[in-house]
Structures are given as structure tokens and as C-alpha cells.
DNA sequence: AGTGTTGGTCAACCTGGTTGTCTATGTCAA
DNA sequence: TTGACATAGACAACCAGGTTGACCAACACT
């Protein structure tokens, strides 16, 4: 029996799952890499971070969050060893992140082990049925004040 | 240019970002009509009651959740008026819920939008690749301790 | 009876955000 | 040069929606 069509609640509810699924992957994935303590977040911060926000509320306005949101997570990413700050010589009231070894090395891990389970996902769909996939999701995303390179909203306790 | 391969952490936040797009519009209509503070939250804690859960130990289990947090969440459904409980006669532990009239609404609307919703996304997709769509996702959150029908973990803060 | 299980509650905490207020510094124009 | 405004950051309090842990009262079973 075809199931033909679901419910849009269970389509939510599997837009997330899919999400949490792959997302849980990853962390419990870097977890065993040596870093057993970073979050999705630390991920998306130091990714903002490289692509050239440098203080504080520069992270805050790419994340699309508060300023002191944005103070928090470079915090958690200070005690964790990720990136350091420095006020800036030429401005005393900023203060410039630097990413470390550490910080490059969660990202490239996390960007490697994100890519492994897109391509099992792909092994699993067909590479053209993937990327059909993903093209849908863009429509979706698309038409919308969501913007994908301002993940503040990818926030919430994305896992348990 | 076929723009071919994205990256893993494109595909999570694709995948993100669908949902939030999906809830958020639900959330946003849901307030224009008559339920201004419901939460996705709520929606889900009630469909849950609505399936048999009728005390909060009960509903943690469902929602794969602690007591506790299933607790706060009754008290949060009782504040809003959405259910109402009262001690068990027959074992003076329990406090059955009961869903009110404006509980029902709020479930009912809340269905409602989110097919219309799926509607607007499957006049855009068509029909047959959207079931395609749900298809994959559905393979994606198979293999995994997900479960749909509890969706505890569909938590974390979904609205800004 | 006595023992164990179950339902619920209190309290403290966590994460990742929010507002609101404040100071210190920088910028720009009159 | 000064005076007005904008910006960087910090502090404090709060929120949602979870978590642990400790507990008590009520039920169930032998």
C-alpha cells in the first residue's frame, strides 16, 4: 500500500530528525577524535570566525545573534582552546579572535566527518538523488529571512 | 554550472533550516489565529496526551523525556489553558489530564497549517517528489534511536 | 506487615539564547 | 577643538526546555 501522503507535522518532524541524525553523528564522531566537548555551535562560531569575524560583534551580526550571545560562545571557545583574543592595538575597545590549532583542527575534522556522512547518505540515495534532495531543500530554505551562512538560528540544545 | 556537490554541513543546515522555516510559519499562523504563545512544544506535548498520555509520568515516557521536564511542561499547557488536570480517584498519585476545548483548537489549527504548508511546498515540488523527498528523509531517521512518535527530542528553542 | 515500585515535587543546574543598562573608546562634523 | 553620536564590550537578570539528584506519599505484591 503506497503511503502516499503524510502529515506536514510529520514532515517537520522529519526534516529535524534527519537533521539531529546527522548532527548527533557528527559530535559523537569528533568526540572520539579528540574533541569530546565540542558542540554544533563551537562549529558554526569558529566557521564565522574564519570567514572573517574577528571580534565580537562582528560574530554576532554574520551569526545573526546578539552581541552578548555571541560574547558567550567565543567564552566557550576561549576556555575550550579553539581561538584566543587579543585587544586590538588599533582599537583598544576590540578585542581580535585568532583561531588556534585546535580551533582549525575541530573544523577540519568537523568539516571531513560532516562530508563522510553526506557521502554514506549518497551511497545510500544515488549521488543525483542527493543533490536533487538538497536542491529541494534549498527551494524550501530559499523563500525565506533565513540565511544559511548566518546559522544563529541553527541554536536551540541540538543534542542530548 | 550544475553546482553538483554540496558540502555535509551545507546539507545539516539545509536540512535545519527547512524545519524552522516549516515551524515557524505554523508558529506565526497559529498566532494570528487565536494562539499567540503556542509553542511547537506544546503542540507536540498534546498530540502526545491526545494519543493516550494522561499523566505526566506517561507523557515522559512518550516524549522520551524526564518527569520533570514533562511536569514543567503540563504546568506550561495548565497556564495557558490548554489542558486541565485532576487527581486520579481511583490513585490519588496521579493527576490525569484532560485536554480543553481550546487545547483541541490549538492542535487542530496547528494540523491544519502545517498541511496547508506542505500544500504550498508540494504545489511547488509536486506531489510525487515530495512523497520522494519524505521518502528519503524517512530512511535517513529510520536507521537511528530517533523515534518519531516521541519527539523529545525535537526540543531546543525552535522560534526566535 | 514489609519491601519495592511508581507518581509527583522541589531545587539546582546547563545551554544558548534574550533585554536592558552601562562604560569606554572611537569618529565625524561644526 | 569640542560636542554629538556610534560602536565594542561587559554586567546582570531573565527565558525555554531540558537535565540530575533527593525526596515523599501512595500503591502493589508476597
Redesign the interface.
Known sequence: MAM?????????????????????E?VRELATRGYPDARPSH?YAI?AIRAGADSASDLARRLAITKQAAAKTIAALVERGYVTTETDPADIRRKNIRITDHGIGLITE??A???????R?EG??G?A?L?E??T??????GD?P?N?DA?G??????L?
Open positions: 502516499s501522503s503524510r502529515s506536514g507535522a510529520d514532515l517537520a518532524l522529519l526534516l529535524l530528525g534527519s537533521y539531529r541524525n546527522l548532527v548527533d557528527v562549529e566557521r568537523g568539516t566527518i560532516f562530508d563522510e556522512v553526506r557521502a547518505w545510500r540515495l549521488a538523488e543533490v534532495l538538497e529541494q531543500l534549498a527551494q524550501f530554505v525565506s533565513i544559511l546559522p538560528w541553527a541554536a536551540g540544545q541540538e542530548r
